[in-house]
């Protein structure tokens, strides 16, 4: 069922769902840039950016502690119910699980300084296209987010496969180019470090898109939802 | 009244037939011309709260009354479909009334005590329908009651009290009790609680609680956090029309009609 058209009969209660749902919206815009700027650290050894994304990451901790309150707050005195009580538990879980994304994407961007002490290797490219999924899961989970729309959370939902398979075959190939040339250890270690921070980054967005179907239908997403194409 | 283009009600699921205490189907109130309730059907279960809720003039009190024959003492009320308890048609012409009501007790508003003793206040439903033979029977009776209600604890010093000095929250337990005494199959509740505070309707909730385990209850009420606290079964109606009927979690978490979603969340425009 679509969200009503009807507005509450007591409008401040309407507001501050509605400033809810701004500020997570507002919220997932600053991570997904984040998460560019991270990935944009890394992939063209670009530090520059470290103390924009240092700055931001202050932000994004704030935001949730204020998207934190407004939910207490919503709870204590308006009791919301129905499309109203989903979409005030389901913030909760959306400022944490952006929160998280955010604190990733920033140890991803610091990490870059360390890989930059090192010449750059050729599994960069692969973790490039790792962080080109992970970035396309979290616009389209975003994307879910703002239209309401359950389509886009299930591919998201499914599509976190193909993270994981890039992620595997990355590490698998990593250990062995480190177990055949040990001078590759430590800058290698780097790459497993960001590859694995790009993958927990997948999993907050299927988070997300598990969130979103909850906020949208009031039913967990399962397995049975997705769609064979 | 304004005219609603007739839509089916919403069922969540059925109840198990074995578990049906009462059955409706096809029920229709007019008072004089106007039409009060538009083909209701529902099953209600035993051994639970089932809430009725909708705004003011959606039929819900209208719907209550018809398990008693309350209708019945309205001039130009007329009921036509079939509503069963146990089975027993109680539309039946030849069904008494007042021997029905016996089996379906009725909590009201306002608290209700007879102008008598809270002994008698009690005592009074097992003296005429002659529930009690002697009278250690009857006082048996009363203590039960009383217990039952929660009431014993605060009362049984001063049996011989009228019942009309107690508490509000007292007295409308008191009128459980009287309700109780008589063995009902199904208790009716009309807004048991809004005359009351936090706290004595925080003791009547709990009371409720209690009762579920034994009786049907079935209660209209104003608060929907009321409802969502001590109901199963939640039927929302609007406008003489069941809109949505289903357990009370999913009424208030995932409801399927669009006028159930904007009644409970407060955007009634």
Redesign the interface.
Known sequence: METSTHDHIVTSYGEELDELADEIARMGGIVETQLLDALAAVVRRDESIIKTIREREMTVNSMQEEIDKKVIRLFALRQPMATDLRVTITALRLASDLERIGDLAKNIAYRSRHMNKYPPMDLTQRIERLGTIVIKQLREVLDALSSDDIEPAIRVWQNDDEVDEHYTSLIKEMLLAMSEDSSLVDPGANILFVAKNLERIGDHCTNIAEAVHYQVTGDALETADVIDD | MTAVEAQPTVYHQEIDAENIKVAVKGVDVFYGDKQALFDVSLDIPDRGVTAFIGPSGCGKSTFLRCMNRMNDTIDGARVSGSLMIDGGEVNDPTIDPVVLRAGVGMVFQKPNPFPKSIYDNVAYGPRIHGLAATKDELDGIVEQSLRKAGLWAEVSDRLSDPGTGLSGGQQQRLVIARAIAVNPEVILMDEPCSALDPIATAKIEELIDELRENYCIIMVTHS??QA?RVSQMTAFFHLGHLVEYGPTEDI???????R???Y??????
């Open positions: 929907m956090a969502a208030f978490t995932k409801p399927r009609e669009r159930t979603q904007d409970i969340t407060g955007r009634f425009g």
